[in-house]
């Protein structure tokens, strides 16, 4: 008998550590839609690698043990830390999504009060006196590059006007090709978007062309380019050879 209350005194704490009541997980998913296939990849923020803006973020509480208590009220608090005294977002839903169209690296706080079933508070997260934890990630600054020239003949290889690789954080954008006579042969308004080397259902004569672009990047940079672009359709790649990046 003595040997089995032992054994009770040993199990009884565990128990009662295992029963912790109200528990939150807070955590920040980057929501990225794939430009080839329109699909959306969501994974986890990683603070050690800026993303480009504009950038959706998705913040989670992962609320737990709730069962025999009331409703929580949840508070997010999300600010630039440029100036941490500034909360640039304050949410008071369980799960909440926010768009950022700004460079600068971001934090994201959880305050969650919970209360027992009578209405009165069980217990705040954090507690007094405790860290918060805190979730944070950082948009880097813009980046946006064309080339000078583009060979649209099916090969699958420098056919399409668009940004160089490594753009990045451009929030507006707007972009035309005009021929020497003025015509304007073709725009478009997404940075992810391309001119194919057509017009009107046909494919331009090759020569030199003129491209004005006009974007604004999450930190506030202003890009204008009004530069030439030969179309050189009978160009086909031979090794390591980039034309269309210099």
């Known amino acids: 008998m003595t040997r089995f209350i032992s054994i009770l005194l040993l199990i009884f704490p565990v128990c009662v550590l295992a029963q912790t009541g ?9 929501i ?4 080839e296939d329109g699909t959306i990849d969501t994974t986890e923020v990683d603070p050690a690698k800026p993303q480009s803006a504009p950038l959706t973020v998705m913040f989670k509480a992962n609320p737990s043990g709730l069962e025999g208590y009331g409703t929580p009220r949840y508070e997010w608090k999300i600010w630039n830390n440029e100036s941490p005294s500034d909360i640039l977002i304050y ?20 305050y969650v009060t919970f209360y027992n079933a009578d209405g009165s508070v069980y217990y705040e997260f954090p507690e007094e006196g405790e860290d918060p934890q805190s979730i944070s990630f950082s948009i880097s600054t813009s980046i946006l590059d064309f080339p000078n020239a583009i060979s649209p003949n099916g090969d699958g290889w420098n056919d399409k006007l668009k940004p160089k690789d490594g753009y ?18 073709y725009s478009w308004d997404n940075v992810d978007g391309s001119w194919d080397g057509m017009y009107k259902g046909k494919p331009v004569k090759d020569g030199v062309y003129f491209l004005v672009v006009s974007a604004k990047g999450a930190d506030g940079k202003s890009f204008g380019f009004k530069k ?4 050189i359709s009978g160009y086909k790649q031979e090794g390591n050879t980039d034309t269309g990046n210099e």
């Open 22 to 30: 109200p528990m939150v997980s807070p955590q920040g998913f980057f």
């Open 32 to 35: 990225i839609t794939n430009i």
């Open 91 to 110: 949410r008071s839903e369980e799960d909440t999504e926010h768009t950022f169209t700004e460079s600068g690296v971001y934090t994201a706080q959880l």
């Open 168 to 185: 990045q954080s451009i929030v507006e954008f707007h972009a035309a090709v005009f021929n020497r006579w003025g015509t304007k042969l």
């Open 228 to 231: 030439t672009v030969s179309v």
